[in-house]
């Protein structure tokens, strides 16, 4: 009879631990579920566009301190217009950092300077073959291949910059002035122009008054565009179906003959 009492007594205390268990559960589930949830902001497209990676500083190459430290100088030669010694700096760290496009970038900055723009070219391709993700590169080539009539290389260059970095407003500006005046791609140059004021916005720049007559002139355009191709896609069909009923009664003429 103890012995049966004893297992009653265990039994009890389980029960009163698992119960108190229980209840403890209960308290912090409860807890849990009156804890204030912090609420989940999404994005907009263009916030996501404006927060998208530049992947061009985001791989640097490695170099020595004494590169840097050359390289740095070199710049301050580009600023105050020594083209000659600028030259022969930058073109020894390309020997000394070969994985550096920055050296190259300026070497065709400096020809552009001196009206040799055929050198500009070769030396922003070489940037852009050491580094395809500088985008600095890609957008003064492009410009570049514009100015000789070469619209789509122009335009595949342009669209490389933005590859590397979709919030390069420069970029896209220049690809929307291409799209717009130069390959009469307005539907698409008015897009971008958009995109440009919004990025700008996000970017807290002060609105532009050139750009903001650039997109109401354009839009007005397009829109004239789009009427024009809607009423010649309504005389198409009319004309189409006069003429469905043109052979539909020169037939019943023929069969009644």
């Known amino acids: 009879m103890l012995f049966i009492n004893r297992q009653c007594v265990i039994l009890l205390i389980a029960v009163a631990f698992v119960m108190t268990g229980c209840q403890t559960l209960d308290k912090d589930l409860a807890q849990q579920e009156q804890a204030p949830v912090e609420p989940v902001i999404e994005l907009t497209p263009m916030e996501k566009l404006h927060q998208s990676p530049n992947t061009y500083l985001l791989s640097p190459p490695i170099i020595s301190p004494e590169v ?22 930058l073109l020894a760290i390309t020997i ?39 985008y600095f590169a890609h957008n003064r080539l492009a410009t570049l291949l514009r100015e000789k009539g070469d619209f789509q290389q122009a335009s595949h260059h342009y669209r490389q910059a933005l590859a590397a970095w979709p919030a390069f407003v ?34 807290n720049q002060p609105e532009s008054r050139q750009l903001k007559g650039w ?24 004309s189409s179906n006069n003429l469905s009923k043109e052979e539909s009664t020169n037939e019943q003429g023929a069969t009644n003959e």
């Open 68 to 89: 840097a430290a050359s390289f740095k100088q070199a710049l301050v030669m580009v600023n105050n217009k020594q083209w000659k010694v600028a030259k022969e700096q």
């Open 96 to 134: 000394a950092a070969p994985t550096l496009s920055g050296p190259w970038l300026k070497l065709g900055d400096i020809a552009v300077q001196e009206s040799a723009k055929e050198h500009a070219i070769a030396h922003y391709r070489q940037a852009i073959y050491v580094n395809e993700l500088n």
């Open 170 to 203: 420069t970029a896209r500006q220049n690809l929307a002035i291409l799209l717009d005046i130069y390959m009469g791609e307005q539907p698409a140059a008015l897009n971008e122009y958009e995109t440009v004021a919004a990025l700008s916005a996000l970017n």
């Open 215 to 238: 997109i109401a002139d354009l839009s007005r355009r397009v829109a004239a565009q789009k009427k024009r191709e809607q009423r010649a896609a309504e005389q198409l069909k009319a």
